[in-house]
């Protein structure tokens, strides 16, 4: 089942911080997340498996709630190239291949 | 490291011609995976792959479509007497065999005409 997104759409200044936020109706064993921009192949950004671990770089990080089925990714201190639209992808089991979520598009202006 | 090496990057076919798409996964990479994007739509699965074996179709439509990787040679996605609907990008991604991030190749762009 299709995870879902949220917000679909989010623009900030340079700077500003957002979140986005996948839900899935399903237990999940891991969430990916990818952004891809305008007419480019999507880029793994991370993954996170099971056990609510939080994962990232300073300024892109993630973490997942196991029992709430839900992970969030935290953009700070955005910047330009940080535009696109994102992509949560869930697997419910080990191998299974990944259902994505509809994408929430980010768009940065200076 | 190549990565994922898709072609061709644009197609046009007619209504009624046969589609085939190719992709050659990452070095390493034995699992292969298709997805269909329609324009400003998300991901949509369509088939997984592993050499010789087709692991998942669920996301296929059972006419027209199908998929091989076979031991030599890339990884084919057909789309036989193509119609308007399948216009879209088509997107193949490998990953390793334990639950790793995919790389994805650049797409296929297909329209219809």
């Known amino acids: 089942q299709q995870p879902v997104q949220s917000p679909q759409a989010v623009i900030l200044r340079e700077g500003e911080d957002a979140v986005i936020n996948c839900s899935s109706s399903?237990?999940?064993?891991?969430v990916h997340w990818y952004r891809q921009k305008h007419g480019e192949a999507p880029v793994f950004l991370m993954i996170?498996?099971?056990?609510?671990e939080q994962k990232g770089h300073e300024k892109i990080s993630a973490s997942f709630n196991e029992k709430k089925q839900q992970s969030s990714l935290y953009l700070t201190a955005s910047q330009l190239s940080y535009s696109g639209t994102y992509f949560c992808g869930t697997e419910s089991t080990g191998n299974t291949p990944l259902v994505f979520g509809k994408g929430t598009r980010l768009s940065v202006i200076a | 490291n190549a990565g994922v090496m898709q072609n061709p990057r644009h197609l046009v076919r007619r209504r009624g011609q046969e589609a085939r798409l190719r992709c050659s996964p990452m070095k390493g990479h034995s699992h292969v995976y298709w997805y269909r994007q329609l324009p400003e739509e998300g991901l949509k699965f369509m088939v997984y792959?592993?050499?010789?074996?087709?692991?998942?179709e669920s996301g296929m439509p059972k006419e027209r479509f199908s998929a091989e990787f076979p031991k030599e040679g890339p990884s084919i996605l057909r789309i036989q007497q193509v119609v308007r609907g399948d216009s879209a990008a088509y997107f193949c991604?490998?990953?390793?065999?334990?639950?790793?991030?995919?790389?994805f190749g650049s797409g296929t762009r297909l329209t219809v005409v």
């Open positions: 792959l592993q050499k010789e074996n087709i692991i998942d």
């Open positions: 399903k237990a999940l064993y891991s």
């Open positions: 991604a490998s990953s390793p065999p334990l639950s790793s991030g995919y790389t």
């Open positions: 996170l498996l099971k056990g609510g």
